[in-house]
């Protein structure tokens, strides 16, 4: 089975159409490929690419405001199928719905993630509306 890798052209319109003022949080999960799978000759791990694609994709994600609040090591599924593993989770916040899709639709920015692509074998992408820490769960 493929991997979720790219948002679909509906779940970009479902994103725009969620207008809301403020910052939006996007929890990542990421499954890594162990040998990146790059149209070219290029050779390298997953973890390799994925670098290549933080690196690179840096200052377009900084250039609209984006930081990363959170970041952790996924060690055990404790609730969910037992052969689901995610190498990499974090969660980056953006000032805006705006400011995410104009990192996206920057042409510097699309030229990084060919490196995400030949990276991520599967992967999870939820849109979160910030709350305040400290509180009960509900």
């Known amino acids: ?34 040998t990146a799978k790059y149209e ?7 973890a390799e690419a994925y670098a290549a694609y933080a690196r690179e994709s840096e200052p377009f994600f900084k250039a609209v405001g984006g930081k990363i609040i959170w970041s952790g090591a996924a060690e055990l599924m404790v609730i969910g199928p037992e ?3 995610w190498d990499l989770c974090f ?24 490196h995400r692509r030949a990276a991520v074998k599967d992967s999870r992408l939820l849109r979160i509306k910030p709350g305040a820490a400290g509180k009960v769960f509900a």
Do not use: H
């Open 91 to 114: 969660v980056a916040e953006y000032p805006c719905v705006a400011a995410f899709a104009d990192m996206l639709g920057n042409p510097g920015y699309q030229a990084t993630v060919r």
């Open 83 to 85: 052969d689901e593993r």
């Open 1 to 34: 089975m493929a991997g979720w890798i790219d948002p679909t052209r509906d779940q970009l319109k479902a994103m725009s159409e969620l207008s809301r003022q403020g910052p939006i949080w996007m929890l990542n999960l990421i499954r890594l490929r162990k």
């Open 40 to 46: 070219g000759r290029e050779e390298a791990t997953g």
